[in-house]
């Protein structure tokens, strides 16, 4: 999954694991009460295949619901703020399944990333981005559900990987997004 630079919008490419043909398009308005994300089959927009929806307007701790292409609840996922302070965890929870629970794979890289962010956010010489790529295991009893892994480079980059085959995929690209997304709030 890769995300393309534009002013107003987030938008996602998602290709396949060679890199070729296109299997999902997503976009999502930027500076919006209520923080949103729909995914089609392509950019023509033909198809939807999910979205996700926060709940509340303006809420960092909200939850977002996700739906499929028929409009049918998916799930949902949320960010615990509690326990996110020194490493990023979320709950993943598919409709009608137990929930996971997704964290940063790396507790010294999450905690590079806080120092830098107070760093850039404390001195008056522009800082440049966050140098730290983190990586999120959702696991659900021990056992691995999905993982997104982001990519060192200039643009987000992400491998999404489904590890439990009953999980949606539209469920979780929306969490892959949403990661992207959502994270540094």
């Known amino acids: 999954m890769t995300q ?6 987030n938008r996602y490419v998602v290709t396949a694991p060679d890199g070729g043909d296109v ?3 997503g976009e999502q308005e930027r500076f919006t009460l209520k923080e949103e994300l729909t ?53 993943l929870v598919p409709e009608g399944r137990p929930a996971a629970v997704g964290r940063e794979r790396s507790l010294p890289v ?6 830098w962010q107070v760093v ?38 992400y491998v999404v990987r489904v590890h439990d085959p009953e999980l949606d995929p539209a469920l979780a690209l929306c969490v892959a997004a949403g990661l992207d997304a959502l994270q540094s709030r």
């Open 4 to 9: 393309k630079v534009t002013p107003l919008v």
């Open 110 to 115: 999450a905690l590079a990333r806080r120092v």
């Open 23 to 25: 299997l999902a398009f």
């Open 120 to 157: 850039d956010t404390f001195l008056p010489v522009p800082v440049p981005p966050v140098p730290f790529v983190y990586h999120f295991d959702f696991v659900h009893d021990g056992e691995p559900v999905l993982s997104v892994e982001r990519l060192w480079g200039l643009r987000d980059r």
């Open 39 to 91: 995914f089609w089959t392509g950019e023509d927009r033909a198809r939807r295949l999910g979205a996700f929806r926060a709940l509340k307007a303006l809420d960092f701790g909200t939850a977002y619901d996700v739906t499929g292409a028929d409009g049918q609840p998916l799930g949902f996922f949320r960010k615990d703020a509690r326990a996110s302070l020194p490493r990023s965890t979320w709950h």
